[in-house]
């Protein structure tokens, strides 16, 4: 599976933007899919994971209600609409992917071994 991060760039405190993760493979429409990001030095950090119906997403504190995770299993894309966004959002946003697991778990430690990550796309929110 190979994962592919858009629709990066600056706003301003308060505004929205949306990013695009393209995947290929035929097994997308099975995947546990999820968000990371990455701001300049610190630690990588999850923001949010949807299973593979759309039936079940987790967010991160930081971002749950401002943040929305979706999918679209026949354009083989995962979505991240952010909204009210901050400075501490400033950050390279990572696509990752993870085959199916049997029950859909709310510990964001377990994402950080998820299978399959993008190249990430910046995100800059200017004050």
């Known amino acids: 599976v190979q994962l592919q991060a858009s629709g990066g760039g600056l706003v301003q405190a308060g505004g929205s933007l949306g990013l695009s993760c393209a995947a290929s493979g035929r097994t997308f429409s099975i995947l546990t899919m999820g968000w990371f990001r990455q701001a300049p030095g610190k630690e990588r950090e999850f923001v949010a994971v949807?299973?593979?119906?759309?039936?079940?997403?987790y967010y991160a504190d930081s971002v749950r209600g401002r943040f929305t995770i979706s999918r679209d299993n026949a354009k083989n894309t995962v979505y991240l609409q952010m909204n009210s966004l901050k400075p501490e959002d400033t950050a390279v946003y990572y696509c990752t992917a993870d085959p199916p697991s049997p029950e859909f778990t709310t510990t964001p430690g377990y994402y950080f071994g998820m299978a399959y990550w993008g190249k990430g796309t910046q995100v800059t929110v200017s004050s």
């Open positions: 949807i299973s593979w119906n759309s039936g079940n997403t």
